[in-house]
């Protein structure tokens, strides 16, 4: 599913770059399992919000069934993790936000696990209507400040402006890729709706390719942004271009950073970094 970053010699070891939002714990959990009946098990993670998975070959090992479980959720769950842990159920891997165990079979998960991971799976819901008006509102504004920049493209530095704006478009066009994708899976019934929460069990084809996509953006956007802020810092002709750029990549990181622990690896912050950095920049005009 998600796009293999590398693999070892001989298909002994394949590490995997997770670009599963934080309500796609159930198709995380899917995907760990559908890499262990590949031969594939998980034998360790990397990163705060289990950016990078690291899978195992053993070819003659059975498939094993995964629980993934969020700390810090509920006390319910809190307890269960402790008690699991007392009980000596293996552990594949753990930090301060998440604990991964690894179960005989599906049937004892689902015997044992069972409501927690229902309750889970409900506390780690979007909330539909919530998440909807954030996003229109936020994207709406995002539209505004594009069409105000192109109207302004030649008041101040037009090279800087040429940046933000092609910045903004790439950050919205970016966002794009990956809701699309989450509405695709809502239409064909991959989105499973409690109590007016969504979270999706399983992802399809379509949707893997399209968050890729996004992936590979971000990291272009990233590395683009930064080569042509240094070419311009390089040719700028005052002090009030470099300040502009060194704020506006500021600005870029403060937002990035911070709505990235608020979202739980949400692609909203993309959003959420276009509306602030607009904002800059109308600040200094």
């Known amino acids: 599913m998600n796009k293999i970053m590398g693999e070892e010699k001989h298909n002994k070891k394949k590490i995997v770059y997770n670009n599963y939002q934080f309500y796609e714990n159930p198709a995380l959990t899917e995907f760990i399992e559908k890499q262990a009946t590949k031969g594939y098990s998980l034998c360790g993670a990397m990163g705060k919000f289990l950016n990078i998975l690291k899978f195992c070959y053993a070819k003659d090992e059975l498939p ?3 629980t993934i479980l969020h700390k810090h959720l509920d006390e319910e769950i809190d307890k269960k993790i402790e008690d699991m842990k007392a009980s000596n159920y293996k552990i594949v891997y753990q930090n ?3 604990i991964v165990f690894q179960h005989a079979s599906r049937e004892d998960s689902e015997m044992e696990l069972g409501k927690i991971k229902t309750k889970q799976n409900t506390l780690l819901g979007v909330p539909i ?3 909807l008006a ?4 936020l994207f ?3 539209i505004i400040g594009v069409i105000l920049n192109i109207l302004l493209i030649h008041d101040g530095n037009l090279h800087f402006n040429l940046l933000s704006l092609g910045l903004y478009l790439a950050l919205i066009i970016t966002f794009l890729f990956y809701f699309i994708g989450d509405l695709h899976d809502i239409i064909v019934g991959k989105g ?3 109590d007016d929460k969504l979270y999706f069990s399983s992802r399809t084809k379509f949707k893997d390719i399209l968050f890729r996509i996004g992936d590979i953006l971000k990291f272009g956007i990233l590395l683009g942004g930064i080569l042509v802020s240094v070419m311009l810092l390089l040719d700028a002709k005052d002090e009030v271009s470099a300040i ?3 704020g506006m990549w500021l600005t870029y990181g403060i937002v990035g950073y911070t709505s990235r622990l608020k979202y739980q690896r949400s692609y909203i912050s993309l959003l959420l ?3 602030f950095l607009n904002s800059f920049q109308f600040l200094l005009k």
Do not use: D, Q
């Not at 954030?134 to 509102?137: E, G, N, Q, V």
């Open 134 to 137: 954030l996003i229109s509102a």
């Open 96 to 98: 301060n936000l998440y």
């Open 64 to 66: 094993k069934s995964y």
């Open 140 to 142: 709406v504004i995002s």
């Open 192 to 194: 499973t709706s409690i």
């Open 273 to 275: 970094i276009e509306v």
């Open 244 to 246: 502009n750029i060194f």
């Open 129 to 131: 209507k919530k998440s």
